[in-house]
């Protein structure tokens, strides 16, 4: 059976499987939601009105026996930075789709009815919409556990809490892990598009699916186990991530001077031994917790981890640096305990954990409450869930509590939160948050691995020269991963290990029975961008938009006490390709 | 000399923390991480207050030298 797309239509209620038009037949993942939204999303639309359009699309890989591929990408038009929006995430649904050989689900309309909302279930025959009255308003914990019950353990769960069904621009949306835990397509908002399309969730049964075609297993075998070597065998993907998780990085960027502390006044926390990663490992290991766990099966990685209170009882998972950092050294609190509390929350309600660390940070800054206050923070959390007038303001993001408050010290990138990273000291990443088709994302070019951890070579921090080429370089590499439906952190062997690179490109030729090279990755990965940033032109936005808040300019950042200065020029070089 | 000696992540299994510790003008990075039986293979990360150096890098009177193994996150 051919891959196929399955397109629902929430105004008519209604859904049908299509056959994938040719140009999108080698499309996955990142590089087919992007074509999908440029091709019949209107730049100029209102993101929460009918003509936006909430697409999923399983990697190219996803669904087989290769390592670390099952990241499903999320896109939109963002309620929160009004750019084009490709969010990806860990969990089962991109496994499950892929054996309905479903390439994308395509989402439209809306009902004209706003005071409904709906179920989706997919499966091997399509889709049911249905009404949905007993889980509105109920948190994404008890979403999943009532549909596991309703429908099956093995189900696939995307899913929005109260936050996306209010449609506040930070609202996230979440996917089942293998445990019946909570993984989150976390950045842009786009759980606010799907509470728009008054879907609350969406259900993928595979059973009896017709599964995943390989055109050559035997190549396709080898391949993935040079892969997986090559993953096991690198000392960051094989040793570091898990053991320690990502939030290793806490002392690596307190050390360095780019933690960013207290709202981005400085580069470094008093308290970052209590929130380390290294005390963060003993505290889970010591309470019986798990140190190490994956996202999805097929992970071997396991960078995550299960983080218990200290009877032991479950609190969080997918605990990581970002968020770590946000409530910790951005919000100055300096207990690991509150910290997952609050992420715990954050799950549960639907809200992005980086932005709404930033928008805690600015709440901090305009004096809504105080640095360091823990149990003020899980109040605002909770005034975010419960939609309070102040849980609106707060709910969609950092830029609108700046506004709100007439703050000027508001890190955000086009209209999105600044995450754990000083681009004044770590100056390769202030390039990708100034140039992004996202807005300010770390992930899309991760100029940390070759600016402070030496993966991939050196590039100095503290200095402009090398910036714009090496986020250039990375960002192409990284629009092509994020289309295979890849875990990010494939690109630590990547970038070390040759024979990495080689194998995802023979398991792509196997899989599709292609002969693809090197260049046409990259190839893949420029298209990507361009058309990503050919949607943001049409929608309004210029180079001008590319830049840093002003206070990075004039604000130095101590250890070094370094200021952005990149000039407008040198950035606008990061498009000449 | 003083300096401080901090180690992170899997360098701290079986050494310390953090330590001060004494030693003759003009020692470089090598020899202290030689003295701390860590191989060269397994070095990520090797600051000077904050600043990426080589292993051949002199310390200075008061620098803090931070040592990490291969890491990374995101
Ligand atoms: S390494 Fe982490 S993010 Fe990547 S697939 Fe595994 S658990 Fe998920």
């Given at each position: 059976m051919?891959?196929r797309?399955l397109?629902v ?9 299509e ?9 996955g993942?990142?590089a087919l ?17 009918k003509?936006n359009?909430?697409i999923?699309?399983?990697?190219l ?9 099952g ?23 991109a496994?499950?789709l892929?054996?309905?050989?479903i ?5 439209e309309?809306m ?16 889709v049911?919409?249905?009404?949905e ?6 948190g994404?914990y ?8 309703r429908?099956?353990?093995k ?6 809490g ?5 449609r ?19 950045r ?16 993928i ?8 075609a ?6 396709f075998r080898s ?21 320690y998780?990502?939030?290793v990085?806490v002392?690596?960027l ?9 709202n981005?006044?400085?580069g ?5 031994d209590?929130?380390s ?8 290991v ?9 996202c ?7 960078c995550?981890?299960?983080y218990?209170?200290?009877k ?8 990581e640096?970002?968020?770590?950092w946000?409530f ?5 609190i300096d207990e ?14 639907g ?10 940070g600015?709440?901090m800054e305009a004096?809504i ?21 102040l849980?609106?303001?707060l709910?969609?993001g950092?830029?609108?509590?700046g ?28 390039v990708?948050?100034?140039?992004s088709?996202q ?5 899309a070019g991760y100029?940390?691995a070759?600016?402070?951890l030496?993966v991939?070579?050196?590039v100095d ?11 250039r370089?990375?960002?192409?590499a990284t629009?092509a ?9 494939v690109?630590?062997?990547?970038l070390?290990?040759p024979e990495?690179?080689v194998?995802i ?11 693809l ?18 949607f943001?032109n ?13 206070f990075?300019?004039?604000d ?7 200021t952005w200065?990149m ?11 | 000399?003083?300096?401080?000696t ?7 299994i ?7 510790q004494?030693w ?8 202290v ?6 191989p060269e293979?397994?070095l990520?990360?090797?600051?000077i207050n ?14 803090t030298?931070?040592l990490f193994p ?5």
């Amino acid at each position: 059976m051919a891959e196929r797309i399955l397109r629902v239509n929430m105004t008519t209620l209604s859904g049908a499987f299509e056959e994938v038009p040719a140009p999108w037949v080698g499309l996955g993942g990142r590089a087919l939601t992007s074509a999908i939204v440029a091709k019949e999303v209107p730049p100029t639309c209102d993101p929460l009105g009918k003509h936006n359009k909430l697409i999923f699309a399983p990697g190219l890989l996803a669904g087989t026996p290769c390592a670390q591929s099952g990241r499903l990408s999320a896109g939109a038009k963002s309620p929160l930075t009004g750019t084009i929006k490709e969010s990806n995430a860990g969990g089962t649904a991109a496994q499950n789709l892929a054996r309905l050989q479903i390439k994308a689900l395509i989402i439209e309309g809306m009902p004209t009815d706003d005071s409904q909302f709906y179920g989706l279930r997919i499966n091997k025959d399509g889709v049911e919409i249905a009404e949905e009255q007993a889980l509105v308003g109920k948190g994404n914990y008890e979403v999943i556990s009532t549909l596991m019950q309703r429908l099956g353990q093995k189900i696939g769960v995307l899913t929005i809490g109260p936050v996306g069904e209010m449609r506040m621009s930070a609202a996230n949306i979440s996917v089942r892990d293998p445990d019946g835990n909570i993984r989150s397509h976390g950045r842009g908002g786009l759980g606010a598009v799907m509470g728009s399309k008054k879907v609350k969730f969406i259900a993928i049964d595979d059973a009896n699916g017709p599964g995943v075609a390989i055109a050559d297993p035997e190549k396709f075998r080898s391949a993935a186990k040079t892969f997986a070597k090559a993953i096991l065998e690198h000392p960051v993907s094989g040793e570091g991530l898990p053991t320690y998780g990502t939030n290793v990085l806490v002392n690596v960027l307190n050390e360095a001077g780019g933690l960013p502390t207290r709202n981005f006044r400085t580069g470094q926390f008093e308290g970052h031994d209590k929130i380390s990663g290294e005390t963060m490992r003993e505290t889970i290991v010591k309470r019986g917790g798990k140190p190490k766990h994956g996202c999805h099966a097929g992970c071997i990685i396991q960078c995550s981890q299960q983080y218990v209170d200290e009877k032991g009882e479950y609190i969080t998972s997918g605990f990581e640096y970002e968020t770590i950092w946000g409530f910790g050294a951005n919000c100055c609190i300096d207990e690991l305990d509150t910290i997952a509390y609050a992420d715990r929350m954050m799950d549960d309600i639907g809200i992005d954990s980086i932005e709404a660390a930033v928008i805690i940070g600015v709440a901090m800054e305009a004096g809504i409450i105080q640095f360091g206050d823990g149990p003020g923070t899980l109040g605002l959390l909770k005034e975010i869930g419960q939609g309070t007038p102040l849980g609106r303001i707060l709910g969609n993001g950092a830029a609108s509590v700046g506004k709100a408050y007439g703050i000027t010290r508001v890190p955000v990138v086009k209209g999105q939160g600044i995450p754990a990273y000083d681009p004044r000291s770590v100056k390769g990443i202030g390039v990708t948050y100034a140039t992004s088709t996202q807005g300010a994302d770390h992930t899309a070019g991760y100029a940390v691995a070759t600016n402070i951890l030496k993966v991939g070579g050196f590039v100095d921090p503290l200095k402009n020269d090398g910036q714009v080429e090496l986020s250039r370089n990375l960002q192409i590499a990284t629009a092509a991963i994020d289309s295979t439906g890849l875990c990010l952190f494939v690109a630590f062997p990547a970038l070390d290990i040759p024979e990495t690179l080689v194998a995802i490109i023979d398991m792509l030729n196997a899989k599709y029975s292609l002969s693809l090279t090197g260049d046409d990755v990259i190839g893949l990965g420029k298209q990507v961008l361009k058309t990503e940033h050919a949607f943001n032109n049409a929608a309004g936005f210029t180079k001008h938009d590319d830049r840093l808040p002003e206070f990075f300019a004039e604000d130095p950042c101590a250890p070094h006490n370094v200021t952005w200065t990149m000039s407008d020029e040198e950035i606008d070089e990061f498009w000449n390709f | 000399m003083q300096i401080t000696t901090k180690l992170f992540a899997s360098f701290r299994i079986g050494r310390f923390a953090a330590m001060p510790q004494s030693w003759p003008a003009g020692a470089t990075v090598r020899q202290v991480v030689d003295q701390l039986g860590i191989p060269e293979g397994e070095l990520g990360i090797v600051l000077i207050n904050g600043r990426h150096v080589e292993l051949g890098e002199r310390l200075n009177e008061g620098d803090t030298l931070s040592l990490f193994p291969l890491v990374g996150g995101g």
